[in-house]
């Protein structure tokens, strides 16, 4: 059974700090990796995905990537927050046609 | 093109009523999910489909049941609502084997 953990459930930044969201995850097979951010009152949105070749991957806003295999990790980064950053943020597995999410970290930025 | 739909967009059950959540998309996909979000929780997935004529338990089933009518249709049922379903419900669907997950705006049922 493929599984995902988030670890950091409220992070709390000022703007222009580098952030850091750690998500892993437990699957048998080929896994295909996303984050989804969901702000205030919407529904989800894709940030970033993975599939395969390089395991740096970039998506919008300036958010990035790694998938490092060995740790069965794929986390999220963003050199410099801004203020528009606040929201929660997930990590989803996709193994075979299933995908499942993390339970999400919220994340505030201080202006 | 409207995506993935969903209706109603709000509903409020008594205890043991019953009702469906319908979610229609456009876009030709042969995946479809239903999930669940509560605060804390995350999105967990109750039930998918990954084509036409087949379905399969999520995360979290026990009180649901799906329909896959066709490939544009998949809808989501709950036979005796409780209380502890009440929550913001999700459909999405989902082309190749490689895309992501495209969502609806979400039902937020509440069950008293």
């Known amino acids: 059974a493929q599984s995902v953990s988030q670890h950091n459930h409220h992070v709390i930044l000022s703007e222009a700090a580098s952030l850091e969201l750690g998500c892993n995850y437990s699957y048998g097979g080929t896994v295909n990796l996303f984050w989804y951010v969901q702000y205030p009152g919407q529904h989800l949105q894709l940030l970033l995905k993975?599939?395969?070749?390089?395991?740096l991957v970039k998506g919008i806003k300036g958010f990035e990537a790694e998938f490092i295999k060995s740790k069965f990790s794929f986390n999220l980064r963003k050199p410099s927050v801004q203020w528009s950053d606040t929201a929660e943020y997930f990590c989803a597995v996709k193994g075979g046609d299933k995908i499942i999410f993390g339970k999400g970290t919220r994340l505030h930025i201080l202006p | 093109n409207a995506g993935v739909t969903q209706t109603p967009k709000f509903q409020v059950l008594k205890t043991g009523q019953s009702m469906t959540l319908q979610c229609a998309q456009d876009m030709n996909h042969n995946s479809m999910y239903w999930y669940r979000q509560d605060p804390g929780m995350g999105l967990r997935l109750i039930y998918y489909s990954a084509s036409e004529g087949t379905t399969d338990k999520g995360e979290v089933p026990n009180g649901y049941n799906v329909s896959r009518l066709n490939k544009r249709e998949f809808s989501l049922r709950l036979e005796s609502a409780a209380p502890s379903q009440t929550s913001v419900y999700f459909c999405?669907?989902?082309?190749?084997?490689?895309?992501?997950?495209?969502f609806g705006n979400g039902t937020r049922l509440t069950v008293t």
């Open positions: 999405a669907s989902s082309g190749r084997a490689n895309s992501p997950l495209h």
């Open positions: 993975y599939f395969s070749g390089d395991p």
